[in-house]
C-alpha cells in the first residue's frame, strides 16, 4: 500500500523485485500472444493501464475482440505441467482475473500457462467467466484499500511539518 501511496504522491513508478523466472516471462509474453493469436485466428490489442475510476485500475496482456481478454503465465516448465495436468486455471489467479474482468467489465478471460519448452503442448488455455458473486466481496475488499489507501495520502499530504 506504501508503495501505491507513494506512487499517487509522486506521480513516479517505483522498481519492484523481478527475478530470472519473472524476467524469462516478460520475454516469453510476445511469443505467447503470437501463439494463441495463431492458434485462435485472432488479433490482441496490448493496451496500457486500464481504470475503473481515479483509484482502481488494471493492467491486462490484451484485450480480444469486444468481450474478451487474456492473462498470460509464462512460469516454470514443472509449473506449465502442473497447469495442464490440473486442467484449470491456478487458484492463485482468481482474484487478479476476477478483478481483470471486473475493471474492464468484459465477460471473460483467456487464463494463459505459456511454455515453449513443452514442445508438445506450449500452451494452456481455459476460458473464465465473470463472477459476479466474486465481484461483490471483490468491490468491498477494494473499497476498505481504497479508504485506507487515501488516509494515507491525506496523513502525509496535510501540509504539516
Same mark, same amino acid.
Given at each position: 500500500?506504501?508503495?501505491i501511496?507513494? !506512487?499517487?504522491?509522486?506521480?513516479?513508478? *517505483? !522498481?519492484?523485485?523481478?527475478?530470472?523466472?519473472? *524476467?524469462?516471462?516478460? *520475454? &516469453? =509474453?510476445?511469443?505467447?500472444?503470437?501463439?494463441? *493469436?495463431?492458434?485462435?485466428? /485472432?488479433?490482441?490489442e496490448?493496451?496500457? +493501464?486500464?481504470?475503473?475510476?481515479? $483509484?482502481?485500475?488494471?493492467?491486462?496482456?490484451?484485450?480480444?475482440?469486444? =468481450?474478451?481478454? @487474456?492473462? #498470460?503465465? /509464462?512460469?516454470?516448465?514443472?509449473t506449465?505441467?502442473? &497447469?495442464?495436468?490440473?486442467?484449470?486455471?491456478? &487458484?492463485?489467479?482468481?482474484?487478479?482475473?476476477?478483478?481483470?474482468? $471486473?475493471i474492464?467489465?468484459?465477460? $471473460? /478471460?483467456?487464463?494463459?500457462?505459456?511454455?515453449?519448452?513443452? #514442445?508438445?503442448?506450449?500452451?494452456? /488455455?481455459?476460458?473464465?467467466?465473470?463472477?459476479? =458473486?466474486? +465481484?461483490?466481496k471483490?468491490?468491498? !475488499?477494494?473499497? @476498505?484499500?481504497?479508504? =485506507?489507501?487515501?488516509? @494515507? @495520502?491525506?496523513?502525509?499530504?496535510?501540509?504539516?511539518?
Amino acid at each position: 500500500m506504501r508503495k501505491i501511496a507513494a !506512487e499517487k504522491l509522486t506521480g513516479l513508478l *517505483e !522498481e519492484s523485485y523481478k527475478n530470472d523466472v519473472m *524476467e524469462n516471462g516478460i *520475454e &516469453t =509474453e510476445k511469443e505467447a500472444r503470437r501463439f494463441y *493469436e495463431q492458434v485462435n485466428d /485472432c488479433a490482441v490489442e496490448q493496451v496500457g +493501464f486500464v481504470m475503473r475510476d481515479d $483509484w482502481i485500475g488494471c493492467s491486462p496482456d490484451g484485450l480480444v475482440g469486444k =468481450e474478451g481478454i @487474456i492473462e #498470460i503465465k /509464462c512460469p516454470l516448465s514443472s509449473t506449465h505441467i502442473e &497447469t495442464i495436468l490440473s486442467g484449470k486455471m491456478p &487458484t492463485i489467479y482468481i482474484p487478479q482475473v476476477q478483478g481483470l474482468l $471486473w475493471i474492464t467489465e468484459r465477460k $471473460w /478471460c483467456d487464463f494463459i500457462s505459456f511454455d515453449s519448452r513443452v #514442445i508438445s503442448r506450449p500452451m494452456f /488455455c481455459i476460458r473464465v467467466k465473470r463472477d459476479t =458473486e466474486y +465481484f461483490k466481496k471483490l468491490a468491498g !475488499e477494494v473499497g @476498505i484499500f481504497v479508504k =485506507e489507501l487515501k488516509a @494515507i @495520502i491525506n496523513k502525509i499530504d496535510d501540509g504539516k511539518f
